[in-house]
Antibody
Framework: QVQLQESGPGLVKPSETLSLICIVSGGSISDNSWGWIRQSPGKGLEWIGHIYYSGSTNYNPSLKSRVTISVDTSKNQFSLRLTSVTAADTAVYYC???????????WGQGSLVTVSS | EIVMTQSPATLSVSPGERATLSCRASQSVGSNLAWYQQKPGQAPRLLIYGASTRVTGVPARFSGSGSGTEFTLTISSLQSEDFAVYYCQRYNNWPPLTFGGGTKVEI
C-alpha cells in the first residue's frame, strides 16, 4: 500500500520560500508520477502541479512563475518550492500520486502552512 | 479554461435518504471526471473515476453517471459516515487539472 507523508515548516514569512517534501513509502517513486494540491482554509481544492516519472513537470498557470516540483529518487521523495509567498498561500498542502488517467488516488495527510510575519 | 460548477453548495439529507449531487462542466469533458469525498481534517478520498467507475473498496451505494457536461454522484442510502464534502475533478486534455467547488452533505 502506497503511503505519502508531507513534512516542512508550518510557518513561513511573507516574501520567503515555502518548501515541503513528500516521502513515499510502499512503492518506488520512479515508477509513478506525483503531484501537489492545496486547500485554503474553508475553501476547495487547487491543483498546484505535478512531476512525471520522466522528470518533466506541469504547473498551474496561476502559480507557474513561483513553483518548482522536483524528485529525489535516492530518498524516494519529491518536493515543492513556492517562492515569494503571501498570506494567500496559507493552505493545507497535500502531496498525492498522480494516476495515469489524471486523478489522484493516494494522498498524504496534508501539511498546514501559514504565511505570516 | 474549463470551469467545474457543483450544486448545491450544501445538501441537507437524513440518514437512509438518497443524495444526488451535481457537477457541471463549462464545456465537454467526455467521461473524464472523478469524484472525491473529504471529511473534516482528512485528505480527499477518491471514490469514482471515468465518471462511473468505483474505486475498489468504495461501497456500492455510491454511483456516478453522466458524460459531456453534466455529471451526477448518487448516494443511494446515506450512512452516518457519508456526511462529508464531495468534489468533482475533470481530467480531459490535462493539464491543467481542475476541481469543482464542492458540495457539503450535512445532516
Amino acid at each position: 500500500q502506497v503511503q505519502l507523508q508531507e513534512s516542512g515548516p508550518g510557518l513561513v514569512k511573507p516574501s520567503e520560500t515555502l518548501s515541503l517534501i513528500c516521502i513515499v513509502s510502499g512503492g518506488s517513486i520512479s515508477d509513478n508520477s506525483w503531484g501537489w494540491i492545496r486547500q485554503s482554509p474553508g475553501k476547495g481544492l487547487e491543483w498546484i502541479g505535478h512531476i512525471y516519472y520522466s522528470g518533466s513537470t506541469n504547473y498551474n498557470p496561476s502559480l507557474k512563475s513561483r513553483v518548482t516540483i522536483s524528485v529525489d529518487t535516492s530518498k524516494n521523495q519529491f518536493s515543492l518550492r513556492l517562492t515569494s509567498v503571501t498570506a494567500a498561500d496559507t493552505a493545507v498542502y497535500y502531496c498525492a500520486r498522480l494516476e495515469a488517467w489524471g486523478g489522484f488516488r493516494y494522498w498524504g495527510q496534508g501539511s498546514l502552512v501559514t504565511v505570516s510575519s | 479554461e474549463i470551469v467545474m460548477t457543483q450544486s448545491p453548495a450544501t445538501l441537507s439529507v437524513s440518514p437512509g435518504e438518497r443524495a444526488t449531487l451535481s457537477c457541471r462542466a463549462s464545456q465537454s469533458v467526455g467521461s473524464n471526471l472523478a469524484w472525491y469525498q473529504q471529511k473534516p481534517g482528512q485528505a480527499p478520498r477518491l471514490l469514482i473515476y471515468g465518471a462511473s467507475t468505483r474505486v475498489t473498496g468504495v461501497p456500492a451505494r455510491f454511483s456516478g453517471s453522466g458524460s459531456g457536461t453534466e455529471f451526477t454522484l448518487t448516494i443511494s442510502s446515506l450512512q452516518s459516515e457519508d456526511f462529508a464534502v464531495y468534489y468533482c475533478q475533470r481530467y480531459n486534455n490535462w493539464p491543467p487539472l481542475t476541481f469543482g467547488g464542492g458540495t457539503k452533505v450535512e445532516i
